[in-house]
DNA sequence: GCCGTTTTCGGCCCGACTGTTTTCAGTCG
C-alpha cells in the first residue's frame, strides 16, 4: 500500500475511534500520523526499509506496527475488526452539521439507531426529544441539515465560492463601522474545492457588523449569531462565516483563519521555540497561552508575524505546510505570477465544434480582455458528440482564422488569433489527426475525451505517447478529472510529467473551475523537472474568459512564477516557442 | 496513542456558540 492509502486508513481510524467514544487524544494521535505520512515526499516502503519509521513525528512503537502492516501486507487486522464493529450509518452522521461522535454514540446506544434514514424517522417520530441532552431544537436542526446535504452536498468549487464571497466582501468594505477585511479560509489560499467561505473583519462595533452580516441579501438561513461571529448559509448551498476582532488582533486573527490547519500547527512551533506564543489574538512574549496586552508583540500585519518567527512572507496560497517554511527560513520563496502576467489562452473553442461564440465575437472578447493572443482549438474528429472538425472543416477554418486577423492587421492593432486544434488522444496514444495537418496549425493540444476506463500502465503510455509527437505542444487536462463530480482516471502524473521533460512537452493548467487539472500539488514536481505550464481557459463561451484569473491562482499554489508559465510570453516570444519542438 | 533536559506520568489548542440545562456538555473551526 503507499502513502496516501495508509494515510486515509489512519485518519479513518481516528473517525472510527471517535464515534466508539475513544479517548480523544487517541484519536487525534491517529489524525496527526495520518497527516505527517501525506506530508511525505518518499514513499513509506523506502522509510520502513531503512528503519526510520520510527523518527517521523507522531509515529510510536504502535502505529509503527501498523503502519509497517498496511504497507508491506496491505492489510490491518486492527481495522479490519473496528471496522466491522461499527455500521457505516453512523460514520455518514458525521457529515450533518451539530452531530458529533457523542451525540451519535448516544443515537445509537439508546435507541439503536445506526442509519441515516432510520435518523430521519427519529426525529420526525420526536424520539429523540426525549433522550438527555436532546431537545425538539436538536431534532428541527437534524432534520434541516439532512434536507441541506442532500440538496447541495458539503463541497463547493471555487467560482461557485468566489461568486458568494465576492459581492459580501465588497459590502463589508463599504461598511462604516469596518476598518480592516478580509477573506479567509481555504478560498483565500485558493483551493480548487472549499467547504465555506470565511470572513474577517476588525472594528470596535461588532455587534453593528454580525447583523449587517445575518441580513445580507441571498442568505437562507442563520445557523448561528453571538457577539464577535456568525454562520449563515447562503443561496447555493455555501455556508459562510464571519469573525469580528478588534483592529490589532486582525494580522493574527487573519493568519490564524486563513490556515491552513497544518500550516498553523508549523507556526505555533516555531513561535515557541522562540519563546513566544502564538494564537487568534496575538503573537505574546510568553510561555503560557495568553492574551494579555502587555506582552503583546506588536503585529500590525502579516509579514510583521513571519518576521518574527524568522520567515519571509509566506503567501495565501502556499501555507499548505509543503516545504513553505524550508523556502521561506532561507528567502527562496519564489515570486509567484500574477494573474495579470497572462497574455492570452492557448485552448478554447468556438462555435466551430462545441462553443458559442463565433471567430470574431472570440477575437473580440479577447482583444476587450486586453490579450495579445487567443487560440482557437476546437475539437478534433472522433469528439463528434461536440462537432469535432473534420481535415476538410480545419483547413476551412485556418482560413476564416486568417481572414479575422487581417482585419486586425488593417487596423493597426497587434491582437492575434492563432490556429489550432483540441485534437483527442485515442486509445493506444494514436492522435485524432496526421502530422501533416498538425503541422499546418499553430497550436496543438492533445487530450483524451473516451476511453477513460483503461488501467494505470495503459493510460500513462497512452499519454506519453502523445507527448512524444512533435506537432502536439501541449498535454491537455492530463486527468480527466471533473471536480466533485467525476474522478481522475487512472494515470501515473509523475510518469507523464518526466516524459514531458524529456520530449520539451508542455502541461495545461486547464483553469476551468470544474477541472484544475494537472493539479496544484504536483506543478511543483513539474517545476523542478523544468517543464512549462500553460495555463488555459478551455473557453466554450464569453463568461468562461475569467477563468485565467482562478487557473492563475491555482497556478500560485503550485508555486509557479510568471518564468515557468508559457502564456506570459509576448506574441512573437511565444510564436518562437510554439515552433522549438518541431524544429 | 504520542511525547518528554518539565521522561515513565500526565499532558495533548482553545474559545465561541447553541441547546439543554439551571451551570454545562457537545460541536465547530
Redesign the pocket.
Known amino acids: 500500500m503507499d502513502n496516501d492509502g495508509v494515510a486515509e486508513i489512519l485518519d479513518e481510524i481516528g473517525t472510527l475511534l471517535e464515534i466508539k467514544g475513544e ?8 489524525q ?2 495520518s497527516r505527517t505520512i501525506e506530508g511525505l515526499t518518499e514513499p513509506l516502503s523506502k522509510i520502513i526499509e531503512e528503519d526510520r519509521l ?1 523518527s ?11 503502519v509497517t502492516a498496511l504497507v508491506t501486507t496491505g492489510e490491518l487486522e ?1 481495522y479490519t475488526n473496528l471496522k466491522e464493529s461499527i455500521p457505516p450509518g453512523l460514520i455518514e452522521m ?1 457529515k ?11 443515537i445509537n446506544d439508546e435507541l439503536g439507531v445506526d442509519t441515516i434514514d432510520g435518523l430521519e424517522a427519529a426525529c420526525k417520530g420526536g424520539e ?2 426525549g ?11 437534524i432534520l434541516e ?1 439532512l434536507d441541506f446535504l442532500r440538496k447541495f452536498g458539503t463541497k463547493h468549487r471555487i467560482d461557485d465560492a468566489l461568486a458568494v464571497a465576492e459581492p459580501i466582501l465588497e459590502s463589508l468594505r463599504s461598511h462604516p463601522d469596518v476598518i480592516r477585511c478580509s477573506i479567509a ?1 481555504s478560498l483565500r489560499r485558493w483551493k480548487e474545492t472549499i ?2 467561505v ?1 470572513f474577517l473583519v476588525s472594528s470596535t462595533k ?1 455587534a453593528n457588523l ?1 447583523d449587517f452580516f445575518t441580513s445580507q441579501p441571498g442568505i437562507l438561513n ?10 449563515v448559509n447562503m443561496e447555493g448551498g455555501i ?1 459562510a ?1 464571519l ?2 476582532v478588534s483592529d490589532h488582533e486582525f494580522a493574527c486573527a487573519l493568519a490564524y ?1 486563513t ?1 491552513s ?1 497544518e500550516h498553523n ?1 508549523v507556526m ?1 512551533q516555531r513561535a515557541i521555540e522562540r519563546g513566544l506564543r502564538l ?3 496575538g503573537l505574546f512574549r510568553s ?5 494579555d496586552p502587555k506582552l503583546r508583540l506588536d503585529c500590525r500585519t502579516e509579514e510583521d508575524i513571519f518576521k518574527e518567527l524568522d520567515l519571509t512572507y509566506i503567501p495565501p496560497e502556499l501555507r499548505e505546510d509543503k516545504g513553505e517554511f524550508q523556502a521561506g527560513e532561507q528567502s527562496k520563496l519564489p515570486e509567484l505570477l500574477k494573474w495579470t502576467d497572462l497574455k492570452g489562452s492557448l485552448h478554447n473553442h468556438s462555435n466551430w465544434s462545441d462553443g458559442k461564440q463565433s471567430l470574431e465575437e472570440v477575437a473580440a472578447m479577447a482583444d476587450e480582455m486586453g490579450c495579445a493572443y487567443w487560440a482557437i482549438t476546437d475539437h478534433s474528429r472522433s469528439s463528434f458528440v461536440a462537432n469535432g472538425l473534420d481535415e476538410k472543416r480545419v483547413e476551412e477554418q485556418l482560413i476564416a482564422i486568417e481572414k479575422v486577423n487581417k482585419s486586425y492587421e488593417k487596423d493597426g492593432n497587434a491582437f492575434r488569433l492563432l490556429s489550432g486544434s483540441e485534437v483527442d488522444i485515442l486509445s493506444g496514444g494514436k492522435l485524432d489527426f496526421d502530422d501533416d495537418l498538425m503541422a499546418q496549425l499553430d497550436c496543438v493540444v492533445a487530450s483524451v475525451h473516451q476511453g477513460f476506463g483503461g488501467s494505470e500502465a495503459e493510460m500513462t503510455k497512452r499519454i506519453i505517447k502523445a507527448a512524444e509527437n512533435s506537432y502536439v505542444q501541449t498535454l491537455g487536462h492530463i486527468t480527466g478529472r471533473l471536480l466533485l463530480t467525476r474522478d481522475a482516471y487512472k494515470l501515473n502524473q509523475h510518469a507523464v510529467i518526466d516524459a514531458c521533460a524529456e520530449t520539451g512537452t508542455w502541461i495545461e493548467l486547464n483553469a476551468s473551475p470544474y477541472r484544475m487539472d494537472m493539479d496544484w500539488r504536483l506543478w511543483h514536481y513539474a517545476r523542478e523537472k523544468g517543464v512549462k505550464c500553460v495555463i488555459n481557459c478551455d473557453a466554450h463561451r464569453s463568461a468562461h474568459y475569467g477563468f485565467l484569473r482562478l487557473g492563475a491562482g491555482v497556478a500560485r499554489k503550485g508555486w509557479l512564477t510568471k518564468k515557468d508559465v508559457v502564456n506570459t510570453l509576448t506574441l512573437k516570444q511565444l510564436q518562437k516557442a510554439l515552433l522549438k519542438k518541431r524544429s
Open positions: 479517548n480523544p487524544f487517541k484519536t487525534r494521535a491517529y496527526n500520523a520510527k517521523l513525528k507522531g509515529i510510536g512503537k504502535a502505529l509503527q506496527e501498523k486492527y458525521l450533518i452539521s451539530g452531530m458529533g461522535p457523542k451525540k451519535i454514540k448516544a429523540l426529544a433522550l438527555s441532552g436532546f431537545g425538539k431544537k436538536t431534532e428541527q436542526k441539515s479560509g467547504g465555506d470565511d461588532p454580525i442563520v445557523l448561528a449569531q453571538g457577539g464577535t461571529k456568525a454562520s455556508q462565516d469573525r469580528v483563519f490556515g490547519k500547527i505555533r494564537n487568534e489574538y510561555k503560557e497561552e495568553t492574551r
